[in-house]
């Protein structure tokens, strides 16, 4: 780790006037700082900026240094969001790591984090060796020739898949962006991962009210059942009334390169019965226009798979 300063401003206004990298519960910038990945010359400690709350009295806001296991446990949490950050990382991680630093976290590609490698995210134009190499975790949408890295967050496709939006702060003001746009697809720009302007801080997470949202949930699918990322997950809301489907919301994880929002699935499932031949149907459409690599070429299947179990769970005894 190369030396750096750090400053620790109390206020939003001082956090955002100062220039350098934030820091909250440091459990993927520490990671990156040792490794080299990023060197910054100065770390900002915000962990004493107000920016925390969770309040449920019209929808969800949630404050950008709320830790994981905080908002996990909250009542008024639906439980997509719960679930999901419950199957992320250990108790221990979670009880550090916040949720604005959950969102922004940097991919977890083996060859953008060692240095001695070539990697277009880190190196703009340096070249992407996962795409012949060894790719078994890596996306199928949303790829380019440039980049095929997955997206880390398990709580960003919940909150993808339920319209969240972050409220954004800066020197000049604040403003309001989508989730779902907030994260750029790789295209020829694959260093470029998101929305977040210099000097731009996330103050918050707003999700809308969705009376039906507490019938959500995530499924994660792992190699193992700790402590390991996804090689599939699914977010899945339902509005279901007399065993037909009102409404839907669906995303993906683990198989592409930002929070994957369905909405092809979920206009399948609009209107039609809650049966396992709809979900099917409808899952069926999630991974179209797919690019699958020399080892993860199990990810479709296994995708439309992930999302009838989540459908599935959420409609026993309903149907």
């Known amino acids: 780790m190369r030396p750096f300063e750090l400053i620790a401003p109390e206020t939003v206004e001082a956090a955002v006037a ?48 709320e830790r994981m296991s905080d908002i996990a446990g909250h009542p008024g949490v639906p439980p997509a969001i719960s679930r999901a950050l419950l199957l992320s990382a250990s108790q221990q991680i979670r009880n550090m790591a916040s949720i604005g630093g959950n969102l922004m976290q940097r991919t977890r590609c083996s060859y953008f984090r060692d240095v001695a490698m070539p990697c277009n995210r880190r190196d703009p134009g340096s070249g992407c060796p996962a795409i012949s190499g060894a790719n078994r975790m890596h996306a199928v949408l949303g790829t380019s020739d440039s980049c095929v890295a997955t997206h880390a967050s398990d709580v960003a496709v919940a909150l993808v898949a339920l319209d969240a939006r972050l409220r954004l702060v800066s020197a000049t003001g604040s403003r309001t962006v989508e989730l779902g746009s ?105 991974a179209e226009g797919a690019r699958p690599l ?26």
Not at 302 to 312: N, S
């Open 18 to 65: 100062s220039s350098g990298t934030f820091l909250a519960g440091g459990t993927t910038l520490v990671d990156l700082m040792k490794l080299n990945v990023l060197t910054p010359e100065h770390v900002l400690d915000i962990n004493a900026v107000p920016l925390r709350g969770i309040d449920t009295a019209d929808g969800l806001r949630i404050g950008a240094l």
């Open 182 to 286: 907030f994260y750029h697809q790789p295209g020829e720009t694959p260093e470029l991962e998101n929305d977040l302007r210099p000097g731009e801080l996330i103050a918050e997470v707003v999700v809308p009210k969705l009376d039906w949202a507490s019938n959500s949930t995530y499924v994660k699918v792992r190699d193992r059942q700790s402590y390991e990322f996804a090689l599939c997950s699914a977010a899945v809301a339902l509005h279901v009334q007399d065993s037909r489907i009102v409404d839907a919301r669906v995303a993906a994880g683990g198989v592409a390169t930002v929070p994957w929002r369905l909405p092809e699935v979920e206009a399948a499932l609009r209107g039609a019965p809650a049966t396992v031949a709809t979900f099917e149907d409808a899952a069926a459409l999630a």
């Open 294 to 319: 020399s080892a993860n070429g199990f990810k479709p299947s296994l995708l439309r798979r992930t999302i009838v179990r989540a459908l599935l769970e959420l409609t026993e005894g309903s149907r």
